[in-house]
């Protein structure tokens, strides 16, 4: 990949056995397990309590899924998924 380019939007392989499509359902669970550990990250780095990190987390995970028809599954899911995350940073002294 030549120097400055942006990578591609990682895929998610919906491939099945069977041919048919996958849920919805099946599509966010193997998006929520691959990107889960990025997303803690992020909330870590955003509210200082351990506690606030698991309810956002939890409430993140939960406001993709009722926007999961807004998820354009041409483009990355990372970002999008943590832009449902919290407005603001929480953490002391944070702007």
């Not at 990682?10 to 193997?30: D, L, R």
């Not at 990250?41 to 899924?65: I, K, N």
Request: contains cysteine; charged residues 25%.
């Amino acid at each position: 990949m030549p120097t400055g380019s942006t990578p591609p939007a990682p895929t998610v392989n919906t491939a099945h056995s069977t041919g048919e499509q996958p849920s919805g359902k099946e599509i966010f669970e193997i998006l929520v397990r691959d990107h889960t550990a990025m997303v803690l990250a992020y909330l870590r780095c955003r509210v200082w309590s351990p506690d606030a990190v698991d309810d956002l987390y939890q409430e993140t995970m939960l406001t993709a899924w009722l926007r999961l028809a807004e998820y354009d599954r041409e483009r990355a899911f990372g970002p999008w998924v943590r832009s449902r995350g919290p407005a603001r940073p929480t953490r002391p002294g944070s702007r």
